[in-house]
């Protein structure tokens, strides 16, 4: 009997003493500092329907971390900023984030005018920003690390691959269009894809550049009639895409007469309200919703999980997903958020990630991507006709021209500064 009593009395002397630890660890828990980290995308101007969506993928990150635990046992914390689709106001929110708000990392941008405009702000403070989108390349930063391909990783095996299976007369006699939008990216992407198609001998039979924001295809349509092109390759960006695709259906360019590939369309674009008529054309992405790895279905359901089983992902989403998963990964190794010291882990990271294997280019702060081509469905969703069977090193400044050279070229090219 006294051997029961003293057993009874020494659990609940225990499940006193476990319930004193909890709540002192709840205690202690609520007065540790949270990490702060900013997020930089576009809520509203131009860029917004691409861009809205990349902060739900930062914010399951964020939430993902955090139940495991955060970063030494302290919580992350999204501060996030509309960057109003200026690049200059999100230079200066930039600024902000870090010199009043204290974040140790930054996550944004879409454009690469307004990376460009952000590129300078992290580097005076020593600072990090992760990059999510696909870009031109002729970029390296210590201070940016970017989860998004460059050309080599996808716009050039894409080309090749429309020139062979795209094409009705062989590489030779394939006559090309070139449509854009007018900034950075379409300019300098078409510069490398004429390199390309001159080396294959193909002709480029017009190019047309229209505004980031909704603007009239009647001259771009019009010419592209005129030219009877055998294919278009697209690097039209921002509210343009749906205008686009709609005058080409109107005008009867169907995928059987004029097939499209497009570099900067995704799943989120044709997901909206009043898509665009794009079933059958192609897009050139690293990541795809359709994806069948059971990886990549266990972010899409995680992802529906939180946001309705109706959310649609994209890549940019994707990469910016495992951009926080690689600071968190490297802040884990550093033993600190601190930027100064996860800069010294970052590039050790590797993950397999909803695309596959990503790890980070030592050389060049870039991402090994493996690129992927999908031909449009009606439901919005992308059939993957074709894969580089293996993640592709970054060369953001391909090696046919020297970095002076293509410094020069860059400085050709109207309103684009290197």
């Known amino acids: 009997m006294k051997t029961s009593r003293r057993i009874s009395a020494t659990l609940v002397l225990l499940v006193v003493l476990l319930i004193a630890a909890f709540m002192a660890w709840q205690q202690y828990s609520a007065t540790v500092p949270s990490i702060k980290v900013g997020i930089l995308h576009s809520l509203s101007g131009a860029m917004a329907v691409s861009e809205k969506p990349l902060v739900d993928a930062l914010q399951l990150a964020i939430e993902e971390a955090n139940a495991a635990g955060g970063i030494g046992g302290q919580k992350i914390e999204a501060v996030v900023v509309d960057c109003r689709s200026d690049p200059m106001y999100c230079a200066q929110q930039a600024e902000r984030l870090i010199t009043e708000e204290k974040v140790k990392a930054l996550f944004g941008c879409w454009t690469s005018v307004c990376r460009k405009a952000v590129k300078p702000v992290v580097e005076k403070h020593q600072h990090l920003l992760f990059y999510p989108v696909q870009y031109e390349g002729m970029e390296q930063s210590p201070n940016i690390i970017y989860t998004g391909a460059v050309p080599n990783q996808l716009v050039m095996p894409a080309v090749y691959w429309a020139l062979d299976n795209l094409g009705k007369h062989g590489k030779r006699n394939e006559r090309i269009y070139l449509a854009g939008s007018d900034y950075i990216f379409s300019r300098i992407t078409h510069i490398l894809i004429k390199d390309l198609l001159a080396a294959q001998g193909a002709v480029v039979v017009g190019e047309h550049y229209l505004p980031l924001e909704l603007a009239t295809m009647d001259d771009l349509i019009t010419d592209i009639i005129k030219q009877q092109p055998d294919m278009i390759l697209n690097t039209v960006d921002g509210d343009s895409i749906n205008a686009f695709f709609r005058e080409l259906n109107k005008a009867g360019i169907t995928p059987d007469k004029i097939p499209v590939l497009s570099f900067s369309i995704t799943e989120v674009e044709l997901a909206v309200k009043d898509a665009p008529p794009m079933a059958g054309h192609y897009a050139a992405r690293n990541y795809f919703q359709s994806i069948q790895s ?125």
């Open 294 to 418: 059971l990886q990549n279905q266990a972010f899409v359901q995680r992802f529906r999980s939180r946001f309705g089983q109706q959310a649609v992902l994209d890549g940019p989403m994707e990469a910016s997903y495992i951009g926080l998963q690689l600071w968190v990964q490297a802040a884990h190794e550093a033993s600190s958020a601190e930027p100064a010291q996860v800069q010294r882990t970052i590039l050790r990271q590797s993950l397999l990630a909803p695309e596959g294997v990503v790890s980070l280019d030592l050389a060049t702060h870039h991402s090994w991507k493996v690129a992927r081509i999908g031909k449009a469905r009606a439901d919005g969703q992308f059939d993957i006709v074709w894969d580089s069977g293996r993640p592709l090193e970054p060369a953001p400044f391909p090696a046919y021209r020297s970095r002076e050279e293509w410094s020069q070229l860059i400085q050709t090219v109207e309103g684009i500064k290197p």
